[in-house]
């Protein structure tokens, strides 16, 4: 039998009117994959964070391996000489410094009291090789993709001798080969007898990879169970606390039919950024919910980007209700315009600022520096998306960054929708967060579209905009190659559009 690794007890953490954490137990073994599952705010981020010492707990205790004297982190480096690492969805590592010196930051091999570059680009060569990643460790760290950032990572923990990997989101910004790779490692580590805390909001791929679930809700453990002995309706059930799956739930595809004879409210003519997105074009009518299909790197974005005027446009045209606006997002704001990024850390969020001031801050913006908002109106403001959007928030002035992520993805939406726009831009509006809480954003688009505003909505799932698009751009090497709808928008025809769809 497999001997634990890690055994947290009776954990409570509270943040000020919040109990993060009532009373959960958690155990990880060795040689062993463990999903923690749960809604955003569920408490998964929390637990992690207690068990490395970035917050610290109130009641509770934890033990490695068969100690029976509990042990406590006092921060993140402690918890690295007791063989626990993390490796976060936004890598922490220096993107200037090369491979080498990321892998041994802060323990550099020395050779007197110089460092031996030459003893550690070989050690690190030598990691990167063991972990399968064919990389030169001499080359700078940001000439790598995302996916190879995070191999660094791991790389990096396993060689401090890490008998606990934890990895948070490691897969939202990662395409499927890339995917099957880090998958193909984990299974080699939990092979070595490594124990990895996988945390993740993608459920096919805990199917794919993992031995054991445990789900938290609302701060409290929900139960463990074994992969095989769980249904996927029953781990949804589990999530959301209710006996059905939420997302099923959600109908119509917003606008069906749209009046194409009336003025679009966007129509994009050979719209290009050189270096960019190629020429392309796209209407957008009154009530439609349009998706943009494609890979990562298709060019998805950089569409939302050039409508929007974030990347100024060198040839073509954009009107907006039939009216040509000079191409700035200021300018785009005025016109009814709104933009949720991919990104909500580097683009979404002010992170030291309050949900309050959060969400006026596009509002005020459109407004002007002579025309700033009294308090009480922006408390009004505040109060009326927080209650709309269901934000779970200890209060309005509790800063953004002690959200979850997807408390914090409805803050950046209701700043949007705080300004009353006639066109939507959600650029990957559900990643890394709850299934309950993407069908509260799928079931927001529809309604929306079914109030008259136009939606543009891009998404890697493809399930998802099947559920809420009307009609689907398709996107290929920063070309947009194609349109379905009605019965041809499907995911046989949208895959082969990526594939190989003629241009139009």
């Known amino acids: 039998?497999?001997?634990?690794?890690?055994?947290?007890?009776?954990?409570?953490?509270?943040?000020?009117?919040?109990?993060?954490?009532?009373?959960?137990?958690?155990?990880?073994?060795?040689?062993?994959?463990?999903?923690?599952?749960?809604?955003?705010?569920?408490?998964?981020?929390?637990?992690?964070?207690?068990?490395?010492?970035?917050?610290?707990?109130?009641?509770?205790?934890?033990?490695?391996?068969?100690?029976?004297?509990?042990?406590?982190?006092?921060?993140?480096?402690?918890?690295?000489?007791?063989?626990?690492?993390?490796?976060?969805?936004?890598?922490?590592?220096?993107?200037?410094?090369?491979?080498?010196?990321?892998?041994?930051?802060?323990?550099?091999?020395?050779?007197?009291?110089?460092?031996?570059?030459?003893?550690?680009?070989?050690?690190?060569?030598?990691?990167?090789?063991?972990?399968?990643?064919?990389?030169?460790?001499?080359?700078?760290?940001?000439?790598?993709?995302?996916?190879?950032?995070?191999?660094?990572?791991?790389?990096?923990?396993?060689?401090?001798?890490?008998?606990?990997?934890?990895?948070?989101?490691?897969?939202?910004?990662?395409?499927?080969?890339?995917v099957f790779k880090l998958f193909a490692l984990m299974r080699r580590l939990r092979d070595d007898g490594i124990g990895i805390i996988f945390i993740t909001h993608f459920l096919e791929q805990v199917y794919e990879v993992c031995d054991k679930i445990t789900v938290l809700r609302n701060g409290r453990l929900v139960d463990e169970y074994e992969i095989d002995k769980l249904p996927r309706t029953e781990l949804v059930a589990a999530m959301l606390g209710r006996a059905f799956d939420d997302l099923a739930a959600i109908q119509g595809k917003g606008a069906e039919t749209v009046d194409t004879d009336a003025t679009p409210v966007i129509n994009a003519k050979h719209l290009g950024v050189r270096g960019g997105i190629k020429p392309f074009d796209l209407e957008i009518y009154e009530g439609e919910v349009v998706g943009l299909a494609g890979l990562l790197g298709s060019g998805r974005t950089e569409v939302a980007r050039a409508i929007y005027g974030a990347d100024s446009a060198d040839s073509g045209t954009l009107e907006v209700k039939g009216k040509k606006i000079p191409h700035s997002p200021l300018e785009s704001m005025r016109n009814g315009m709104a933009f949720c990024p991919e990104s909500r850390k580097d683009e979404g969020c002010i992170q030291d600022l309050s949900v309050r001031e959060n969400i006026i801050l596009a509002e005020q913006t459109k407004r002007g520096a002579l025309h700033l908002m009294s308090r009480s109106e922006q408390e009004k403001i505040a109060a009326e998306y927080i209650d709309l959007l269901q934000i779970k928030t200890a209060s309005m002035e509790t800063p953004i960054k002690q959200l979850s992520g997807g408390n914090q993805q409805k803050v950046i939406l209701a700043r949007w929708l705080a300004t009353h726009p006639d066109f939507l831009i959600l650029d990957e509006p559900t990643r890394g967060i709850d299934v309950g809480t993407k069908a509260e954003i799928q079931r927001l688009c529809v309604e929306l579209a079914g109030e008259g505003m136009s939606v543009l909505f891009i998404s890697s799932e493809i399930d998802e905009m099947l559920r809420t698009c009307s009609r689907l751009g398709v996107m290929r090497d920063l070309n947009k190659v194609g349109e379905l709808e009605g019965e041809d928008l499907n995911s046989a025809a949208i895959m082969t559009k990526i594939a190989g769809g003629e241009q139009r």
């Open 1 to 178: 039998m497999p001997n634990p690794l890690i055994r947290m007890r009776g954990i409570t953490k509270n943040f000020p009117g919040v109990l993060a954490l009532d009373d959960v137990d958690f155990t990880l073994m060795e040689g062993e994959i463990h999903a923690l599952m749960g809604e955003n705010g569920a408490g998964k981020s929390t637990l992690v964070k207690v068990l490395t010492g970035a917050e610290a707990f109130e009641t509770g205790a934890i033990y490695l391996e068969d100690a029976t004297k509990p042990i406590v982190n006092h921060s993140p480096q402690e918890a690295q000489t007791r063989g626990i690492a993390t490796v976060y969805q936004e890598v922490n590592l220096c993107p200037n410094l090369t491979v080498a010196e990321n892998l041994f930051v802060g323990r550099q091999p020395r050779r007197g009291f110089m460092v031996d570059w030459a003893d550690m680009n070989r050690r690190a060569q030598k990691i990167m090789d063991d972990i399968g990643v064919d990389v030169d460790v001499e080359k700078p760290l940001e000439t790598y993709s995302i996916a190879v950032q995070q191999m660094v990572a791991i790389g990096r923990a396993i060689d401090i001798s890490a008998k606990v990997l934890i990895l948070d989101e490691p897969t939202s910004s990662l395409n499927e080969q890339e």
